[in-house]
């Protein structure tokens, strides 16, 4: 990947997409399309990208859709993936296709017949090329693209509108929950902050109220997928041993020596690491109960953390007593000795 432009716009552009989209009735998306057959309700052929977006599109389209999802393993670089003959085949033979874009999988819209709708996470947030293309970990994004989603199959199978927007509706119930998660930990917890291996869960992180401190050298070299400084790897380990942060997030799926020297440091610290995908893993079959769960792991090794620093803290309390108390003790036998030895002095020199 190349260097992102400034995350604090990017924010913003979906955001800013996110309310376009939501002001947007059934059917008025930005590829409006006439059915060939107004009156089908066979399901959609739908091919994504990655199963992180196909997995919403399936929330939305339930049965009305038949998903594919070209890119579903949490140990693959996603980055470096080259589709086969047979994906492109597929892709070129989709009614829709539902892509990330912003340089993350630009082999996915290389095949698209003239017929294909491409419902692109990029387009509808206003991301582009080189900036952070994980755009599925951000509220915004997700909310962006799930009514997209819902105006794409309304248009392509109009006859089953009521059946597209009804799950729209459960997704939007099921994603505030998630919100709501997210604003729980807020409250619970003041200021935190964190250092990545690699900026995958950025938007998450930021939703999530974490601020980054991953040291700037490193993250410009991971971004541009360059091998890091060893000043930038001893300043993030510094960073780690001082505890200036409260967890290191991790993605599996782009592990280097680099990272693994990280996560040792985070471990001999005592500094909880989290890991994270770029794909969701077969344990979940939507995307909210992905994010759900990230959420709730984030949650609990800040809690656990947390709990083992008041406990050491504890500890160290008592241990400090017992010692005072044990030196007190000491203190007292030493004068009840000295005394003794005293009178005794006495009553033989008397």
Known sequence: ????????????????????????????????TEPSDPSDTSPINVVASVNQWGSLA???????????????????????????????????????????????????????SRTTINVSAASVTGAMDGDNPHLWFSKDARAGMAKELTDTFCRVRPALRKDFEKRYEQWK????????????????????????????????MADMGFKDKTPKGYAQSAASEGEAAPADLQEFQSLIESHEVDVVVNNTQEASDATNMITGSAGKSDVPV?????????????????????????????????????????????????????????????SE??????????????
């Open 1 to 32: 990947m190349g260097m992102h432009r400034n995350l604090k716009s990017i924010i913003a552009a979906v955001a800013a997409g996110a309310l376009v989209l939501a002001t947007a009735g059934c059917g008025q998306g930005s590829n409006a």
């Open 58 to 112: 399936r929330q939305i389209g339930g049965d009305d859709v038949a998903v594919t999802s070209i890119l579903s393993s949490t140990g693959v670089d996603a980055h470096d993936f080259e589709p086969k003959t047979s994906d492109a085949a597929k892709i070129a033979k989709a009614e829709v296709v539902v892509s990330n874009g912003a340089g993350y999988d630009s082999w996915s819209t290389k095949s698209l």
């Open 173 to 204: 119930t099921q994603e505030e929950q998630v919100e709501k998660l997210m604003s729980d930990f807020a409250d619970a917890h003041a200021d935190p902050s964190y250092a990545a291996t690699e900026a995958v869960a950025y938007y998450l």
């Open 274 to 334: 989290f890991d994270v995908t770029e794909q969701m893993p077969d344990d979940y079959t939507t995307l909210t109960d992905w994010i759900a769960a990230l959420v709730g792991d984030l949650s609990d090794l800040l809690d656990t953390a947390e709990t083992g620093d008041a406990d050491a803290g504890e500890a160290a309390g008592e241990t400090g007593e017992s010692a005072g108390e044990s030196a007190d003790a000491a203190s007292d036998g030493a």
């Open 337 to 350: 000795e000295t005394s003794g030895t005293e009178s005794d002095t006495s009553s033989d020199a008397q």
